[in-house]
Each structure stands twice: as structure tokens, then as C-alpha cells.
């Protein structure tokens, strides 16, 4: 934020920090790459988790929790472990919108399912992500090929939730 800030500073003064108030930024890629804030237009989809529920899932389960991760959290979770978090940086910065979320019946009788869809500006960038994800999955999971998909410009992230250990299983 204090680039952004500075940013901000250096363009207008403190009238573009009372606009910057007026019109915050709607994201971190909009902190991030300030050019993207200044064109005041939206530069990333929003998504809706019924667009990417479970197929597998019966008709009564619904999203019980949902949020958005951002290009700053999705740089900090590819950095995780690396030596080089600029390699993670770039990885992330082709960011384009994302959304997760947690799927669960009334019932309970099936485990909950945790989808996590990005959508990215190309398909080189979604691959570059892809990529980076998979090889920190699979310092964790053996499975990891299984967790992830993509598909163009979009990657999924799928994993059941096991109840006792709230961690993902496949």
C-alpha cells in the first residue's frame, strides 16, 4: 500500500489521495500495478461459485462459505517455501479474477468440497499459474495432478474436506 500511496503522491498530490478515498480500489492487483487503479475500470471478472459447483455434488448442497484470495495472497501462497518469491510474483501477476469456496449438504452425509477457480488474462498466464501451484501442491500431496485443472485462461482447484482433519483428501 505504501508504493500505491506514494504513487498516488507523485500524480496528484493529496487531492488524488481524498479521490483514492471517494474511489478505493477494488482490488489487490489494482494496489499492486497502479496503472491499472488510474484507467478506473474494472480489469477482473468476478465469479459466481454456482458457475463452478461439483458436478458430483447432490442438488442440495450449497456454498457455505466464499470468498475472493486476490493477486497479493495468491503471490504470498506461491511464494510459500521458494527461494525465489519473485518467480512467484510474476506467477501471480497475470491475475484475473478468482473466487473459492466451501460446498456442503444438509445432510452431511457426503464430505464437504472446498473449489477454488481463478480466471486469468491469457492462457500463457493461467498456465504460468498452473504451473506454479502445482509444484508447491506437490511438496504436500502426492495426488496433487488430481487437485488441479485448467482449462484456457481458467484453473480449478478441488479437494474434499475431511471432517476430523478439515484438510483436503481426494
Known amino acids: 500500500g505504501a508504493r500505491f500511496a506514494h504513487e498516488l503522491l507523485r500524480k496528484g498530490g493529496y487531492r488524488e489521495i481524498d479521490r483514492t478515498f471517494k474511489r478505493p480500489p477494488a482490488s489487490t492487483e489494482e ?3 497502479i496503472d491499472k487503479y488510474l484507467r478506473g475500470k474494472k480489469d477482473f471478472v ?3 461459485p454456482e458457475d463452478f459447483r461439483p458436478k458430483e455434488l447432490s442438488a442440495d448442497a450449497r456454498a457455505v462459505y466464499q470468498d475472493t ?3 497479493f495472497v495468491i503471490s504470498t501462497l506461491l511464494g510459500l517455501g521458494q527461494k525465489d518469491r519473485s518467480a512467484a510474483t ?3 501477476a497475470g491475475w484475473g ?5 466451501v ?3 444438509r445432510e452431511k452425509v457426503e464430505l ?3 473449489v477454488w477457480q481463478s480466471s486469468w488474462d491469457t492462457e500463457v498466464d493461467a498456465r504460468e499459474f498452473h504451473d506454479s501451484y502445482l509444484n508447491s501442491l506437490r511438496g504436500r500431496f502426492t495426488w496433487a495432478e488430481k487437485m488441479l485443472s485448467i482449462e484456457g485462461p481458467v484453473v480449478t482447484f478441488t479437494c474434499s474436506l475431511d471432517e476430523k482433519s ?3 483428501k481426494l
Not at 479474477?97 to 469456496?101: E, L, S
Request: charged residues 25%; proline residues 0%; neutral net charge.
Open 103 to 105: 460446498f456442503e449438504t
Open 69 to 71: 484470495l486476490g493477486e
Open 166 to 168: 478439515q484438510s483436503c
Open 112 to 114: 464437504s468440497k472446498l
Open 46 to 48: 468476478s465469479l459466481n
Open 31 to 33: 494496489i499492486l500495478h
Open 90 to 92: 510474476r506467477a501471480a
Open 97 to 101: 479474477g478468482d473466487r473459492v469456496a
